[in-house]
Nanobody
Framework: QVQLVESGGGSVQAGDSLRLSCAAS????????MAWFRHFPGKERDFVAA????????TYADSVKGRFTMSRDNAKNTVYMQMNSLKAEDTAVYYC???????????????????WGQGTQVTVSS
């Protein structure tokens, strides 16, 4: 079992930056592939980025490439999402997700993840 707790959301202006954190419980954090998704009102939860436990390879959604940077600190059981040049269309609830096992290619669909956090709201005003 893994419990995930997101933090770092807030309300900012377009062009500003935020850093989201996701703290995980458990002693085998390094064996989990981690991901960020976001949920827009009235839509499905969309993939944002993921990092593999196998080789720390990172995959990004096209909409955030060059603006968002995902990283992990296994010593702190935490993953981060540095979000720069935020746009109004980035406004959403951001969720952290995890799946265990040696995964070479991280899933980009919601069904690929087992554990989810409660979400943190990011609001960007134009």
């Amino acid at each position: 079992q893994v419990q995930l707790v997101e933090s770092g959301g807030g309300s900012v202006q377009a062009g500003d930056s935020l850093r989201l954190s996701c703290a995980a419980s458990g002693r085998t954090f390094s064996s989990y592939s981690m991901a960020w998704f976001r949920h827009f009102p009235g839509k499905e939860r969309d993939f944002v980025a993921a990092i593999s436990s196998w080789n720390n390879g990172i995959t990004y959604a096209d909409s955030v490439k060059g603006r968002f940077t995902m990283s992990r600190d296994n010593a702190k059981n935490t993953v981060y999402m540095q979000m720069n040049s935020l746009k109004a269309e980035d406004t959403a609830v951001y969720y952290c997700a995890a799946v265990g096992g040696p995964i070479l290619v991280v899933p980009t669909s919601r069904s690929g993840y087992v554990y989810w956090g409660q979400g943190t709201q990011v609001t960007v005003s134009s």
